[in-house]
């Protein structure tokens, strides 16, 4: 009932930019929590940061100073703007949304993922 869409992704050289793009739409109330995950190849999935509704934010170590999230709840999106760039920073980043449908049940859903891929 809620799907996202994640975009924004790509091929970039060490100590570049990219912004990541995550748009809700369906049957939502209210949008809460939302995270920005993160999977390398081998890896586990790691959390990368974290926003909440009124205005609170998180990040792992690795990521703080260089990334920020962000969200426009008119638009029902969440962005993540990475900088300086890593070739550490290479996964697939995955967005997760968490909130209340029009029927006021909760739900959490996942995007499909976009892959970073930082290299010469």
């Known amino acids: 009932q809620v799907q996202l869409v994640e975009s924004g992704g790509g091929l970039v050289q060490p100590g570049g930019s990219l912004r990541l793009s995550c748009a809700a739409s369906g049957s939502i109330f209210r949008l809460n929590l939302m995270v920005w995950y993160r999977q390398a190849p081998g890896k586990q999935r790691e959390l990368v940061a974290t926003s909440t509704p009124d205005g609170y934010t998180n990040y792992a170590d690795s990521v703080k100073g260089r990334f920020t999230i962000s969200r426009d709840t008119g638009k029902n999106t969440v962005y993540l703007q990475m900088n300086s760039l890593k070739s550490e920073d290479t996964a697939v980043y995955y967005c997760?949304?968490?909130?209340?449908?029009?029927?006021?049940?909760?739900?959490?859903?996942w995007g499909q993922g976009t892959p970073v891929t930082v290299s010469p």
């Open positions: 997760n949304a968490n909130g209340l449908t029009i029927t006021r049940a909760p739900f959490s859903s």
